[in-house]
């Protein structure tokens, strides 16, 4: 069982940038963060693969934000710059039994309780 709790969220105005985190026990798995903003379904933002190797992102965050892992503190990490308001939504870090990234909800087993971003314009 992994349990996954995000922090770091909050509000911030449009090209200023945040930091979330993903505290992650028992296992080392691939991870990934998703968003949803209210009405619209969840979306893959920035994946990692289980040894930090493989990164990947949905095209309308690339050269923003990035995604890295602290395996030691068991901590994965979300590194968001140049916010646009368009990039509000909840947050969502997931971890997935699998060697490495993958962009879809449902190969993902394991889902934190999700943190608040908004973006003020």
């Known amino acids: 069982q992994v349990q996954l709790v995000e922090s770091g969220g909050g509000l911030v105005q449009a090209g200023g940038s945040l930091r979330l985190s993903c505290g992650a026990a028992?296992?080392?798995?691939?991870m990934g963060w998703f968003r949803q903003a209210s009405g619209k379904e969840r979306e893959f933002v920035a994946g990692?693969?289980?040894?930090?190797?493989?990164?990947k992102y949905a095209d309308s965050v690339k050269g923003r934000f990035t995604i890295s892992r602290d395996d030691a503190k068991n901590t994965m990490f979300l590194e968001m710059n140049s916010l646009k308001p368009e990039d509000t939504a909840v947050y969502y870090c997931?971890?997935?039994?699998?060697?490495?990234?993958?962009?879809?909800?449902?190969?993902?087993?394991?889902w934190g309780q999700g943190t608040q971003v908004t973006v003020s314009s």
């Open positions: 997931a971890a997935g039994t699998f060697w490495g990234v993958e962009i879809r909800t449902g190969a993902y087993d394991y």
């Open positions: 028992n296992g080392r798995t691939a």
């Open positions: 990692i693969s289980w040894n930090g190797g493989s990164t």
